[in-house]
């Protein structure tokens, strides 16, 4: 069994007789110092993702007592040095992934399991190469000590290098090991390597070549472009390149890897016809992408393939493939029955989704620029998540009447989003679904949906009234927070929710009349509803949340018709006018 609790700026767990600290809290220290002990228990491990986006802390202190580092433990954290005691045998995968500000690592010298040299941390043998610190290593060209025979997870993430010897014994290369190297002009992979794992030179955006050992058995180079030895699957193409602006993929190549052609300033690419498969990511920003040519046999495409690729004008399909069609330029399956992707810089503000289509797939519009209307079919069953998003010149959508679900983010950031109708077979809108649509101000309901995810409105400038449907029994947090012009709000019987900040920052709301079903409300629930005057708090409402009415300039009346168990710090800070607080119960 364990629990958790509290000590200074730690979170932690007792688990058995030992703690694991799980979180935390920025405190106004230069450097931390892991406690040895916590209610005379041995602090023996440092939690998954327990000092995660930590702030701009000088050092941590990390003491003998402690023996494991879970994944992740420091990710994103901005920590410039990290001491390690003589006791830590065990560090999870990713621990100092993205340590932006990291210039050294040290360790005790007693440690068995651990060494560091010049603040570069390896496996005591020095067989593994573990981390090099970000910010730690200046120079043109970095030599791997003969000794290491494996390059760690993330071991040059973020490194500012321009060139790294690889020796001869070294036999894999980890996920992510050079991700970020954008200085990284060129990599020589020596005859020993047998494996490179996913994303290892994710974002080398400099990256010129790949030069392969003729010996290598398990890898091969052709024009500085990475394969594996029989050149059946291409690796990664060198994303420094300027030129050649046009690149086809050589005959015999099957498969395009993940992340393949991330960040590549390529213009256009044609898959060979023995190409059938396209990896996650493969050409995920390529900002500079204009035209992609599929092949004849090409069957199978993974998530992201067109991330970020904002250039995009058309995606082209030859005749002949059977499970992938193009129409001027836009991707569909075989069938004509779903539309997989619609070029973000095609130059086209009308467009009319065919009759064949039942589904439209995620991200399918996603970020397109000149696109003002969208005529949907009626055939139409299904909207991926983040399909619209950031259309920014989309005005408006009718959905048609076989569509249940409006997933996450289908609609967020289409700022001239002006009004909406949903069918009345809508059930469900997602987390974020009109999030940041700043010009949003009508919508029709759908009375049948259950769900409103959270932040479905936040950011929505000027939405002026909403009616809640009248199945809905959950506000979910930040729902309308920063819906400023937000005037009328008409609550269902039957809601018993209404989460954090839900109505935060609707600085324009006057009135709100809250169901006497209502149980639960969160934090800062109502913070900055600068007009709101009056509110009264139903009789199944037991606690209010820190900060629920902080900064309501206007409130002069609050009315309690229950028993309050808990009044949360803040909770009517900042309320200039109040004038009096009416309690019912005890």
């Known amino acids: ?57 000088r050092e941590i202190i990390i003491p003998d007592s402690v023996v494991s580092i879970r994944r992740e433990a420091f990710a994103n954290s901005f920590f410039e040095k990290i001491r390690i005691g003589k006791s830590v045998n065990e ?12 210039e050294e690592i040290l360790v005790d010298d007693a440690n068995v399991a651990f060494i560091s040299e010049n603040g570069i941390l390896f496996s005591k043998d020095k067989t593994t190469l573990i981390k090099v610190p970000s910010e730690g290593f200046r ?47 060129s990599i020589s992979l020596p005859a020993s390597v047998l494996t490179i794992g996913e994303g290892a030179f994710w974002g080398t955006e400099r990256l010129l070549s790949f030069d392969v050992d003729l010996d290598n058995e398990y890898f091969s180079s052709e ?32 498969t395009i890897a993940a992340n393949a052609f991330v960040s590549c300033r390529l213009e256009r690419i044609n898959l060979a016809d023995t ?3 396209i990896g996650d990511s493969a050409f995920a920003w390529c900002e500079n992408l204009i035209q992609l040519v599929f092949s004849t046999n090409l069957n199978d495409i993974g998530e992201n393939v067109f991330f970020n690729c904002d250039a995009l004008e058309a995606i082209d399909v030859p005749e002949g493939n059977l499970d992938f069609s193009s129409m001027d330029g836009v991707l569909f399956n075989g069938a004509l029955t779903g539309l997989i992707r619609y070029p973000p810089a095609k130059d086209s503000d009308i467009f009319t989704v ?53 997933e996450n983010d289908t609609f967020r950031e289409c700022a001239d989003f002006v009004e909406v109708t949903l069918p009345e077979t809508i059930v469900f809108l997602g987390d974020r679904v009109f999030s940041d649509c700043s010009d949003l101000r009508t919508i029709t309901w759908s009375d049948n949906i259950e769900s409103i995810g959270h932040s479905a409105f936040k950011g929505c400038f000027n939405l002026l009234e909403i009616t809640i449907p009248p199945k809905v029994s959950d ?23 209404i989460g954090e900040n839900a109505f935060g920052r609707c600085e324009n709301l006057t009135s709100i009349q809250l169901p006497q079903s209502l149980e639960i409300m969160g934090d800062s629930v109502f913070f900055s509803c600068k007009r ?30 229950g028993q309050i168990s808990y009044l949360g710090m803040r909770a009517f800070q900042q309320c200039r006018e109040l004038q009096s607080i009416a309690l019912n119960g005890d």
Do not use: H
């Open 475 to 497: 506000i979910r947090d930040s729902t309308f927070s920063g819906c400023v012009n937000l005037e009328t709000v008409e609550l269902p019987e039957g809601l018993t929710r």
């Open 1 to 57: 069994m364990s629990r958790a609790d509290r000590f200074g700026d730690f979170e932690y767990e007792i688990v058995g007789d030992t703690v694991t600290i799980t979180d935390y809290y920025d405190g106004p220290e230069d450097t931390i110092s892991i406690p040895e002990s916590i209610e005379g228990l041995a602090v023996t491990v440092l939690g998954e993702r327990a000092f995660e986006s930590a702030g701009l802390f």
């Open 139 to 185: 120079g043109d060209q970095y030599e791997i000590p003969n000794t290491v025979e494996s390059i760690g997870r993330g071991a040059f993430e973020l490194v500012k290098i321009s060139s790294v010897s690889i020796p001869g014994g070294v036999v894999s290369i980890g996920e992510n090991a050079f991700r970020w190297a954008d200085r990284l002009l």
């Open 275 to 277: 190409t059938t498969s």
């Open 91 to 102: 560090l999870g995968e990713g621990v100092f992934d993205l340590a932006f500000r990291l």
């Open 354 to 406: 065919p009759s064949t289509v039942t589904w439209i797939g995620d991200a399918a519009f996603g970020q397109a620029k000149s696109i003002i209307n969208v005529s949907l079919p009626t055939s139409l069953l299904s909207i991926g998540k983040e399909a619209f998003q950031g259309c920014r010149q989309l005005s408006g959508m009718v959905i048609p009447a076989g569509v249940t679900r409006i």
């Open 532 to 561: 709101l005057a009056a509110i009264v708090i139903p009789a199944k409402v037991t606690s209010i949340g820190d900060s629920a009415f902080s900064v309501c300039w206007a409130l002069k009346t609050v009315e309690v018709q």
């Open 223 to 254: 024009a500085g472009v990475l394969y594996n030895k029989s050149k059946t699957v291409l690796l990664n193409y060198s994303t420094g390149k300027d030129e050649p602006r046009e690149f086809t993929v050589p005959p015999g190549v099957e």
